[in-house]
């Protein structure tokens, strides 16, 4: 399957920039190993809800969905304790809920925050369509620090200048 060996390509680029190059002051070269599929990918999965599944599942593996609903849940009953001031402790979802460090999912995430504006972008914009431009679920699975910047752009979150 295509889609399958665009997956391929991905993980072994976004291995480069992420873990290969993670020390390496992030230059133009690594943002044009990156770019092109990101790009790919976002644009196929726009276009056709099929591979659209395809690639959430790869980052988004169904076999962590579980657990992922569970801290989702978790997320909402302590923001629910919070509005009925049961706790004082409250605040956004700074982090994703669930981001293993090393996984796919971990490292795509890591590029929202990449020094680089077109790979930060690019990587937002590839999350954003496959939470199928649901603002609660980005948050939720990137966390609110990585994904302000993409929400300022489209509108959905203040940004003081």
Partial sequence: HAVDQLLQIF???????????AGV??????????LPILIVLN???ASDPAVQKLVKEYIF????EDEFMEKVEDQRKAAAAVAAGVTARGGKNMHPLDAPPGTTRWK???LMTYTESNVKRCAAELLWTLCGSNPNELVLRCGFGNAVHLLGIKGLCKIPK
Avoid: D, G
């Fill in 11 to 21: 993980w072994l680029q976004l291995n480069e920039t992420v873990v290969e190059r």
């Fill in 108 to 110: 795509l995430i890591k």
């Fill in 43 to 45: 644009k196929l999965s």
């Fill in 61 to 64: 593996p169904l076999e962590a």
């Fill in 25 to 34: 002051v992030q230059s133009q070269q690594n943002a044009t190993s990156i």
